[in-house]
């Protein structure tokens, strides 16, 4: 079974990028990114751009945002390509984030943008998996820019993805 852009995964995009749907999907499904103030600026099937902007509730002693708050925001950039992928797929696939690494290059304040640009290499990924019925992992990157374009951190988000057997 080859996999593509399917009606499902567009339906999914469409409703995410509908900021009422994303806040609700944010404050049912991941409270603490609702807190953070994490919002989604794009999401295609193959590139999602998210943000977030430093506030009281994401910060750190150090007058930047936290960074788990960083970490779940480059999560969720890489996430959000593959859950669409994956919503109400046939069959039934499991993601799960296996490892992270990260490398900071710059001290996080004002709006931060998270970027992954890996849609293709992670349906490829699922599509593996499916055909082989086994787990597959890819490492996916996820940059984190401020609002001047300035690379402040690096993501790299292992995930892993299983058909689910009935």
Do not use: H
Request: charged share 20%; aromatic share 12%; net charge positive.
């Amino acid at each position: 079974m080859k996999m593509n852009q399917s009606k499902s995964s567009i339906f999914f995009q469409r409703k995410m990028l509908n900021p009422f749907f994303f806040k609700l999907f944010l404050l049912l499904k991941l409270p603490m990114a609702f807190l953070a103030g994490i919002k989604l600026n794009t999401l295609t099937s193959n590139r999602a751009v998210l943000q977030m902007k430093y506030k009281y509730l994401n910060k750190n002693p150090f007058g930047s945002i936290y960074f788990a708050c960083l970490s779940m925001a480059a999560e969720l950039a890489s996430g959000m390509l593959a859950s669409s992928i994956v919503y109400k797929s046939n069959p039934r696939i499991s993601m799960l984030v296996v490892g992270v690494e990260i490398n900071f290059t710059k001290k996080a304040i004002g709006t931060i943008f998270f970027e992954c640009n890996q849609g293709k290499e992670i349906l490829s990924s699922i599509q593996k998996s499916i055909e082989s019925g086994e787990g597959n992992t890819i490492d996916t990157i996820t940059v984190a820019k401020n609002d001047q374009g300035v690379v402040i951190a690096e993501f790299l988000i292992r995930w892993s993805f299983k058909p689910k057997i009935l």
